[in-house]
């Protein structure tokens, strides 16, 4: 079946340590997405890419990197210049946006 | 840019009862919208897709509306049952010409047995 895979489910940061989160998806989409989601504050869009070597800073890119290599992958990295990383991470993707939105089981990351 | 609200925050209800979440959105040029099912502690699952042409969009238990011209979206659920209990959003293009979704904060749905 074709999806989104997010991985790890669960992450642990320390302090000035950078992290990666990877995202992968089989649905032959050109874009793909990444959502960061806090408690009553909603979703928030970190970095897209639209194609392949190409992305474009959303809304709360700071202390965030992505590269997009593949079609198929777009890996999200939390840097140390993130002061308040903890919170769940979502990816998506989406052929066109005129045919919605596909979403992964997401990756909560927690600073210990 | 687009901004999206959702009312009520919270909703608990008797299992077997009809009801409606609402969405309200700030662009009118908006061209589709989307509902998503948030399970606690699990990614969002699409419920339902609605293009602007088609006002009304429905799947099983579930219909959804959307009028441009208002700024209103609605989701409703028939004969609710304790398994519907999640947090449904909406969510529309950003517009302005930004890429991706602007999403609501959710409604907090409990189905009481």
């Known amino acids: 079946d074709g999806g989104i895979t997010q991985s790890p489910k669960y992450l642990f940061r320390k302090e000035g340590q950078n992290v990666t989160l990877s995202c992968e998806q089989n649905l032959n989409h050109d874009a793909m997405y990444w959502y960061r989601q806090d408690p009553g504050q909603g979703l928030r869009l970190i970095y897209y890419?639209?194609?392949?070597?190409?992305?474009q800073k959303g809304d709360i890119a700071e202390g965030y990197s992505v590269s997009r290599e593949k079609k198929e992958s777009f890996p999200l990295t939390v840097t140390s210049a993130q002061k308040n990383p903890t919170a769940f991470y979502l990816c998506a993707s989406s052929y066109r946006e005129f045919y919605g939105y596909t979403f992964g089981s997401g990756t909560r990351l927690t600073v210990v | 840019k687009q901004e999206v609200t959702q009312i009520p925050a919270a909703l608990s209800v008797p299992e077997g009862e009809n009801l409606v979440l609402n969405c309200s959105f700030t662009d009118s040029a908006i061209y589709n919208l989307q509902w998503f099912r948030q399970d606690p502690g699990k990614g969002l699952t699409s419920l339902l897709l609605i293009q602007s042409s088609q006002r009304e969009q429905t799947s099983g238990r579930l219909n959804a509306s959307l009028d441009k011209s208002s700024g209103r979206s609605t989701l409703y659920i028939a004969a609710s049952q304790p398994g519907d209990s999640a947090t449904y959003l909406c969510a529309g293009p950003s517009g302005g010409g930004a890429d991706g979704l602007t999403f609501g904060k959710g409604t907090h749905l409990i189905i009481q047995p």
């Open positions: 890419s639209q194609i392949v070597n190409d992305f």
